[in-house]
């Protein structure tokens, strides 16, 4: 069935990189997600990948993909108090009218 | 643009209560989606139009909940008994066209007492 899985917490030192972790379900999916929630917000998208590419880089942010495993992540570098947050992956399942959401991987950052 | 808002950002009500939380979409957008999310079930999606007609509703926990989208910048959803359980925050969202970028609302949090 559709299901999208990430690890509930992660915590880091101010200055390390982060990792977040996801499985995915669905092979077909066009898009993979990031979105990032801050306490008391909404999600906004932090970044996508498009399925044909393996990696995408946006300042310090960095997804992998690994669709043999069907494996995205998401890394932070030189993570900062700010990136503090919830962070979901997402994707479209196949007919391209739903997106899954993860459990989202909550990130503590230690000053 | 504004972004999706939604209303009321808050609402505490008494279990038994009728319950409506609004959303007005990006304009233009044709893809609008109602998500739950709390601990224990993370983000769940309810149910998602399209053009304003009920494509999926298959995440609607049962029949007290209920949305409508009567035009393309305004959608409902009802959830009538409430109860203690439905406490939760409810996230609109809106897309131009599925499987682009979805825009969330801030969200309405939901305490039922």
């Known amino acids: 069935g559709e299901d999208v899985e990430q690890s509930l917490f992660l915590s880091v030192r101010e200055g390390d990189s982060s990792v977040i972790n996801c499985t995915y379900t669905d092979s077909s999916s066009t898009y993979l997600y990031w979105y990032k929630q801050e306490p008391g917000a909404g999600l906004q998208l932090l970044t996508y990948?498009?399925?044909?590419?393996d990696m995408k880089q946006d300042q310090r942010l960095t997804v992998l993909l690994n669709k043999k495993d069907k494996h995205l992540s998401l890394r932070i570098a030189d993570t900062q108090t700010g990136d503090s947050a919830i962070y979901f992956c997402?994707?479209?399942?196949?007919?391209?009218?739903?997106?899954?959401f993860g459990a989202g991987t909550r990130l503590f950052v230690k000053a | 643009d504004a972004g999706v808002i939604q209303s009321p950002r808050h609402e505490v009500t008494e279990m038994g209560q009728e319950v409506t939380l609004r959303c007005k979409p990006i304009?233009?957008?044709?893809?609008l989606f109602w998500y739950r999310q709390t601990m224990m079930r993370g983000l769940e999606l309810l149910i998602y139009f399209n053009n304003n007609v009920p494509i999926d509703d298959s995440g609607m926990p049962e029949d007290r909940f209920s949305a409508k989208m009567p035009n393309a910048s305004f959608s409902t959803l009802k959830i009538q008994p409430s109860e203690p359980r439905d406490s939760a925050v409810y996230f609109c969202a809106s897309d131009l066209r599925s499987g682009n970028t979805i825009y969330f609302g801030e969200g309405s949090w939901l305490t039922v007492v």
């Open positions: 304009s233009g957008h044709d893809y």
């Open positions: 990948i498009f399925s044909n590419m």
């Open positions: 997402a994707e479209i399942v196949t007919g391209g009218f739903k997106t899954i």
